[in-house]
């Protein structure tokens, strides 16, 4: 069992950035694939980025050149370093831990507005 904090959504401006985290707690974060999500109102959840064991990542097009994801195998925490926010960003922003594609373990999400 792996349990997952997601922290450092709020309210910012278009344009700006901001830094989530997602600190886990269980079994050796090392060996797990990791991955952002988000969410927004009425739509689909929608896979953002995702770094593995090997720290690998990929990017959904929407936010390539915009979102960095990373990871901290010492802290046991991945980040999602988002710049050039816009308002179609807003959502609520999970954080997953998985192996071989698919993600087993989710956070409670943490909420990201961009207000325009």
């Known amino acids: 069992q792996v349990q997952l904090v997601e922290s450092g959504g709020r309210l910012v401006q278009a344009g700006g950035s901001l830094r989530l985290s997602c600190t886990a707690s269980?079994?050796?974060?090392?060996?797990?694939?990791m991955g952002w999500f988000r969410q927004a109102p009425g739509k689909e959840r929608e896979r953002l980025a995702t770094i593995t064991w090997s720290r690998s990542t990929v990017y959904v097009d929407s936010v390539k050149g915009r979102f960095t994801i990373s990871r901290d195998n010492a802290k046991n925490t991945v980040y999602l370093q988002m710049n050039s926010l816009k308002p179609e960003d807003t959502a609520v922003y999970y954080c997953?831990?998985?192996?071989?594609?698919?993600?087993?373990?989710w956070g409670q999400g943490t909420q990201v507005t961009v207000s325009s």
């Open positions: 269980g079994r050796t974060f090392s060996n797990y694939d």
């Open positions: 997953a831990a998985g192996r071989f594609g698919t993600y087993n373990f």
